[in-house]
Structures are given as structure tokens and as C-alpha cells.
């Protein structure tokens, strides 16, 4: 017990040291961190929550879903906030959350095994979301390599320039780098394809096949592997009645505006183009459609659905909540 008890102390004063020396100065420490996890990755990303704040950086942790919704949300908020926001996600091998964080424009998500791994990340592609390990990762190494990545400013000196200043070139090229890389996946001159999201362009050229038990609604599954993910689309004026699925599911509208009634838990939500929400398992909800309405939608297990209401019922619930 003693012997550990040391060892946590000179953690700790590793930590603090590595911080001190760092060449990043305390204003040039992100304003917020923003976390989230799966069930693999929750009790380090918990861990982290409290290391992240003994540096007195603000924490928003939006909890533990699937590693794609716990990804993708974390990645939603990173792209849409300030430079002085980054992030943190964790899941079994770090590799799913950040493959959907950097499905959002702005986010560069790196998953980072060691130290190095952490330094380069920031130095070479200025880095602003930091996925973990929970597999693989213990909390004190993740301590390590957090505090590597957020004392390495953009083109510092790292493992991969041999601890070394950047010579001319490479530094004249990491400077243009980042003006490219933000370009990446915008349209071009003449190219109106290029305008579509990559969720669009999941939905490009493909055959869309009604939802016989929800009128005015289409759908397209675009992949049953790892996670099963589709786009759906509905006609405006549209109502899906209460219903509930055995599987959580995140969506993000592409286009439109749907209102959403979490019967469950007595909560409504508005969407339009660009927002998020993720529904857990069991939860009752019925939906309106106020115009034409295209979202993609992701979720554990194969598809199934389970109507609580008819039609009729659920038109008529909605009538009285607008009167």
C-alpha cells in the first residue's frame, strides 16, 4: 500500500512537471474539453474527466452511448464550437470513436497509444480530438498522453522531427497544410456533387424503399456492419406513431424539420438541418414532419419496430398539443 501510495505521488509530480515544461503557456490551454464514451471506454474517459479538470480545464462530458453516437455527438460539438474547444473520446480500442468524430467538417481526430503518438498528432496535423484506448490504455498512461497532447503546439518539435525544430520546408508545408486540409470535402468550381455531406453521398444513386408501416416514409440501409446505419427520408405533413425499437439509435437531419415526443420520458425535441439526437432503447416516441424531412440514422442489432399507437391516436395527440 505504501509503495503505491508513492507511486501515485510521483504520477502525479511527473504530470505536473510534464505540464510545467511543456512549451505551451496556461492561455494557450483549450477553454473546454468536451468527452464522451462507450461502455468500453467510460470508466477511463471518467478518469480522465477528473485528471482533465486537476488541470483546471472545463469538462462537458456527454456521457456513455454506442461508440458511434458517443463519437459522432462529440465530434457535432467540437466541429460547431470555437479553436479553444477540443475533445476526448474513449471506446474499446479508441478506433470507432474517432472514425465518426472526423465524419464532421473542422474535426481532426486522432487515435493516440502513446506519448509519441500524442506529440505527432499535434505537431503534424493540429490535432483537436484525442481518442482512447479503454482495452488498452491504463488511466495513468492516458494521463501521459493527454498531457502530451495538449502541451504540443502545432508545429512544435516531436518524436517524428527527431525532437527537433521542423526544418523550412516541412514547416513551410505544415503551414499550407492546414488552409488544404479545411478545404477537404468542400464543393469546387463546377462540381455541384462535391456540395453534398458525406452522409449524402452515402444516399447518392441509391434505391429508396417505403416504410410500410409509417405512410410517407422511405428508407435505404446503407451498411449492416459494424453498426447498421441508414438514410431515411419522409414527406412533409407525416407522422409516425408512437413506437419503440429493442435497439438505441442516434440520427443527424440532413435536411428538413421534424419535431420528436419522447413519450417515455415526457421531453420534446425540435430538429432542423445539422442536429443530433439519440433515442435509447425502449423509449416510446412519436414524430411529426413539418417538411420534407431526410435524415441518417445508426443503431445496435437489425431493424425492428413496434407500434404502442395507431395512426389516428397519434395525429389527434399532436392536434391537442398545437391547440
Request: hydrophobic letters at 40%; a negative charge; aromatic letters at 8%.
Amino acid at each position: 500500500m505504501w509503495i503505491s501510495s508513492v507511486s501515485l505521488v510521483c504520477n502525479r509530480q511527473s504530470s505536473q512537471q510534464r505540464m510545467a515544461g511543456a512549451t505551451s503557456t496556461a492561455t494557450d490551454l483549450p477553454l473546454k474539453i468536451i468527452t464522451g464514451a462507450d461502455a468500453f471506454g467510460a470508466s477511463l474517459k471518467d478518469a480522465m474527466v477528473s485528471h482533465i479538470r486537476s488541470l483546471g480545464i472545463d469538462v462537458e462530458d456527454t456521457g456513455v452511448s454506442s461508440y458511434y453516437s458517443a463519437g459522432s455527438e462529440v465530434g457535432r460539438r467540437v466541429s460547431s464550437a470555437s479553436s479553444e474547444v477540443r475533445g476526448l473520446v474513449c471506446c474499446g480500442t479508441g478506433v470507432g470513436v474517432a472514425m465518426f468524430a472526423n465524419k464532421f467538417p473542422g474535426v481532426y481526430a486522432a487515435t493516440c497509444l502513446t506519448v509519441e503518438d500524442a506529440a505527432n498528432a499535434r505537431s503534424i496535423s493540429d490535432c483537436n480530438v484525442l481518442a482512447l484506448s479503454g482495452a488498452k490504455t491504463s488511466p495513468e498512461t492516458a494521463a501521459e498522453i493527454f498531457d502530451a497532447w495538449i502541451g504540443t503546439p502545432f508545429k512544435s518539435p516531436c518524436p517524428a522531427s527527431g525532437s527537433e525544430p521542423w526544418s523550412s520546408e516541412i514547416s513551410s508545408f505544415l503551414d499550407s497544410s492546414l488552409s488544404e486540409m479545411s478545404q477537404i470535402g468542400k464543393p469546387t468550381a463546377g462540381d455541384q456533387e462535391s456540395a453534398s455531406c458525406a452522409i449524402c453521398c452515402l444516399a447518392k444513386n441509391r434505391e429508396f424503399a417505403p416504410v410500410e408501416i409509417m405512410p410517407g416514409g422511405s428508407m435505404k440501409i446503407v451498411r449492416e456492419t459494424p453498426a447498421t446505419s441508414a438514410i431515411v427520408r419522409f414527406k412533409a405533413g407525416s407522422v409516425e406513431p408512437a413506437h419503440h425499437h429493442t435497439f438505441g439509435h442516434g440520427l443527424v437531419v440532413i435536411k428538413g424539420k421534424k419535431s420528436v415526443w419522447n413519450v417515455s420520458k415526457k421531453e420534446r425535441a425540435d430538429l432542423v438541418e445539422g442536429d443530433y439526437l439519440f433515442t435509447p432503447a425502449g423509449d416510446v416516441h412519436r414524430v411529426k414532419y413539418h417538411e420534407d424531412t431526410e435524415f441518417f440514422i445508426a443503431w445496435d442489432g437489425l431493424w425492428d419496430i413496434f407500434l404502442d399507437e395507431d395512426l389516428v391516436t397519434a395525429k389527434k395527440a399532436i392536434e391537442e398539443e398545437a391547440s
